[in-house]
């Protein structure tokens, strides 16, 4: 739950470290170590729709864009929200302004708008089944 | 209102808010005006319990967080494959309260 502006900041940002901490650890490393930490992908075989997005992070770090895409386009998101939410709340920190707060609720509004919210279930569902077929 | 009716309310309802909470939403049902009775009475509250056999099913596509209206979050759950499997597991213990503090949160809006 969070409903004050410092606290959802506080919470992205150590996200956000956990996340880039993770990919440190793997960087320039092989796959084996990536689905480990998949419940889905461990309990039944069958990958989750994220699974491969630190390997298609990886790819775009090195400028791979098709590949990412190929890999699993999740990792476009997650690099843009890795790269972009702490610069902003910096800049929000600085100025202490909360137009990250705001603009975070705005969006949760707007995805959770039925039509929004069925186009972007259909995406992730779209991507779980190309998932399953590339064999991840 | 009327102590009947708060009495009431809380006693359906009690399971949906956090303990510490109860004697508050108490005060305030026994304060304001018997026409927001009807807004209150029909204010949806989501289960706890519910909210825990989805995170516990659905808990790496951060289903959990979606159906409590959490989207935001959700939304990191379901691209980090639910926060690398740690955060699913850090939400099975989490869920129930936040579940509480949301509908705590909804019927915040007519006490005051």
Same mark, same amino acid.
């Given at each position: 739950?969070?409903?004050?502006?410092?606290?959802?900041? /506080?919470?992205?940002?150590? =996200?956000?470290?956990?996340?880039?901490?993770?990919?440190?650890? $793997?960087?320039?490393?092989?796959?084996?170590?990536?689905?480990?930490?998949?419940?889905?992908? /461990? %309990?039944?075989?069958?990958?989750?729709?994220?699974?491969?997005?630190?390997?298609? =992070? &990886? /790819?775009?770090? $090195?400028?791979?864009?098709?590949?990412?895409?190929?890999?699993?386009?999740?990792?476009?998101?997650?690099?843009?929200?890795?790269?972009?939410?702490? =610069?902003?709340?910096?800049? &929000?920190?600085?100025?202490?302004? &909360?137009?990250?707060?705001?603009?975070?609720?705005?969006?949760?509004?707007?995805?959770? %708008?039925?039509?929004?919210?069925?186009?972007?279930?259909?995406?992730? =569902?779209?991507?779980?089944?190309?998932?399953?077929?590339?064999?991840? | 209102?009327?102590?009947?009716?708060?009495?009431? @309310?809380?006693?359906?309802?009690?399971? @949906?808010?956090?303990?510490?909470?109860?004697?508050?939403?108490?005060? #305030?049902?026994?304060?304001?005006?018997?026409?927001?009775?009807?807004?209150?009475?029909?204010?949806?509250?989501?289960?706890?319990?519910?909210?825990?056999?989805?995170?516990?099913?659905?808990?790496?596509?951060?289903?959990? #967080?979606?159906?409590?209206?959490?989207?935001?979050?959700?939304?990191?759950?379901?691209?980090?494959?639910?926060?690398?499997?740690?955060?699913?597991?850090?939400?099975?213990?989490?869920?129930?309260?936040?579940? #509480?503090?949301?509908?705590?949160?909804?019927?915040?809006?007519?006490? @005051?």
């Amino acid at each position: 739950m969070i409903a004050t502006r410092n606290r959802l900041y /506080a919470f992205i940002l150590a =996200v956000c470290a956990a996340g880039w901490a993770w990919l440190v650890l $793997h960087l320039g490393k092989s796959s084996e170590l990536h689905m480990q930490l998949c419940w889905i992908k /461990a %309990t039944t075989g069958i990958p989750c729709p994220a699974c491969g997005t630190t390997r298609a =992070v &990886d /790819a775009l770090m $090195h400028g791979h864009f098709w590949e990412a895409m190929q890999i699993n386009p999740f990792g476009f998101p997650v690099l843009l929200l890795m790269v972009g939410s702490p =610069v902003w709340i910096a800049f &929000d920190l600085l100025r202490k302004s &909360d137009s990250f707060f705001r603009t975070f609720r705005r969006t949760e509004q707007v995805i959770s %708008t039925r039509g929004i919210a069925i186009a972007l279930i259909a995406l992730v =569902v779209a991507n779980w089944i190309w998932n399953y077929y590339k064999g991840y | 209102m009327d102590t009947q009716k708060v009495d009431m @309310y809380i006693m359906t309802n009690a399971r @949906y808010f956090e303990s510490h909470q109860i004697p508050v939403i108490r005060e #305030r049902l026994l304060a304001i005006d018997d026409s927001k009775w009807i807004m209150i009475q029909t204010i949806p509250l989501k289960d706890p319990q519910t909210s825990l056999i989805v995170s516990l099913l659905g808990g790496s596509l951060g289903i959990d #967080r979606f159906i409590i209206g959490d989207t935001g979050i959700g939304v990191g759950k379901l691209l980090t494959c639910g926060g690398f499997g740690i955060w699913t597991i850090v939400d099975w213990f989490m869920i129930q309260g936040a579940t #509480r503090e949301k509908n705590m949160q909804k019927l915040q809006q007519f006490l @005051y």
